[in-house]
C-alpha cells in the first residue's frame, strides 16, 4: 500500500511539474478556459502558430481585453495577423484576468 501511494505522489509532483503555473490557480483557470475557448484556432501551446491563430503566449491584459471583448486592438498596437477572423466572446470578460495570468 506505502509504495502505491508513494507512486502516485510522484505521478502528482511529475504532472505539477509539467504544467506551467501549478501554483497559480488563477493560471490554472486561464489555461482551462484557453483550452475550452481559444484551441480551435490556437496551438495547445499558446507560444505556437495554431491551426488558424497567430501564437497568443505574452500576451497583455489590455490586448486580451481588446480581442475578446470587442475584436479590436489596443491603441497603437501592430497585430501579428492582418486579417480580422477571430470572433469576439464578450461573456468571456470575466475570464480576461484568468487568461492573461496563464498568457503572460
Ligand atoms: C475562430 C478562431 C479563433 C478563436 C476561437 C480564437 N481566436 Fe484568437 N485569433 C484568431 C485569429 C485568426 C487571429 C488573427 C487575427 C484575426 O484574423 O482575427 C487571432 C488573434 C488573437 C490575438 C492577437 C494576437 C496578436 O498579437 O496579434 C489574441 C491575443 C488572441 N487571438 C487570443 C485569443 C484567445 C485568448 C482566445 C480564446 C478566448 C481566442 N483568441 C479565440 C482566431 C481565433
Known amino acids: 500500500m506505502r509504495s502505491r501511494l508513494a ?3 510522484v505521478a502528482v509532483a511529475f504532472a505539477a511539474g509539467c504544467s506551467q503555473s501549478p501554483s497559480d490557480p488563477l493560471a490554472e483557470r486561464g489555461r482551462q478556459i484557453y ?3 481559444c484551441t480551435q484556432c490556437h496551438a495547445v501551446d499558446p507560444s505556437q502558430s495554431g491551426p488558424v491563430g497567430p501564437p497568443v503566449k505574452g500576451s497583455s491584459r489590455e490586448l486580451l481585453e481588446a480581442r475578446i471583448l470587442k475584436g ?3 491603441p497603437g ?3 501579428k495577423r492582418p486579417t ?3 470572433p469576439p466572446q464578450p461573456a468571456l470578460a470575466p475570464e480576461i484576468p484568468a487568461l492573461a495570468a496563464y498568457l503572460k
Do not use: C, D, E, I
Open 7 to 9: 507512486l502516485a505522489l
Open 84 to 86: 480580422n477572423v477571430m
Open 77 to 79: 498596437y501592430k497585430p
Open 72 to 74: 479590436s486592438y489596443p
Open 35 to 37: 483550452l475550452a475557448q
